[in-house]
């Protein structure tokens, strides 16, 4: 059984977010690319992604 197959299977079974990434790696062709698309391009988006990281700490604070 090859990997993208066993993933499928193991994934449909037994969905998790880390089977998800796994799928996702698969499909990503740069992952380089991938990447530094994530990085904020204008100091907008920099504020929107520190204050959604805020958001998540305060929660998981709560919690």
């Known amino acids: 059984m090859s ?6 299977r193991l994934s449909q079974e037994r969905p ?7 799928r996702l790696w698969e499909y990503i062709d740069d992952h380089e ?4 698309g ?9 504020n929107e992604m520190e204050g959604g990281q805020n958001e998540i700490y305060r929660e998981l604070k709560r919690h």
């Open 3 to 8: 990997l993208p197959i066993f993933i499928q």
């Open 16 to 22: 998790s977010s880390e089977l998800q990434l796994l």
């Open 33 to 36: 690319e991938f990447f530094e």
């Open 38 to 46: 994530l990085k904020p391009k204008t100091e907008e988006e920099y």
